[in-house]
């Protein structure tokens, strides 16, 4: 199982953003009372892979995954996942579209 790491703060949102420069990562964007937003969850969880994976929980923290969208230019969503690399989002899903699949797919496309 993949380890999510929480984004928290601004700050720490800001920091990730910039080392997006030299390692990609993901972000998902979940709500924690939403049943698709559990589906995805369960997903993201299972994903294998080598790059980090960050997630923001958007009741709790909505002024960062608002900010998330903003800078990344997406359309907010929830669940959403996004491929983060040089400071923007080069492949995002969200809802019953974010699977496993999916997921290895966006790796391959950064290639």
Known sequence: ???LQEITSHEHWKELLELSEKQPFFVFKHSTTCPISSFAHTNVQSFKTELP???VKV???RPISLEIANDLNVQHQS???I???HR???WHQSHYD???ETLAASVDFMI
Do not use: S
Request: a neutral charge; zero cysteines; hydrophobic letters at 50%.
């Open 79 to 81: 669940p959403q996942a």
């Open 98 to 100: 974010i699977t496993e």
């Open 1 to 3: 199982m993949a380890k």
């Open 53 to 55: 994976i960050y997630f």
């Open 88 to 90: 923007q989002a080069k």
């Open 83 to 85: 491929l983060v690399m």
């Open 59 to 61: 009741i709790e923290h």
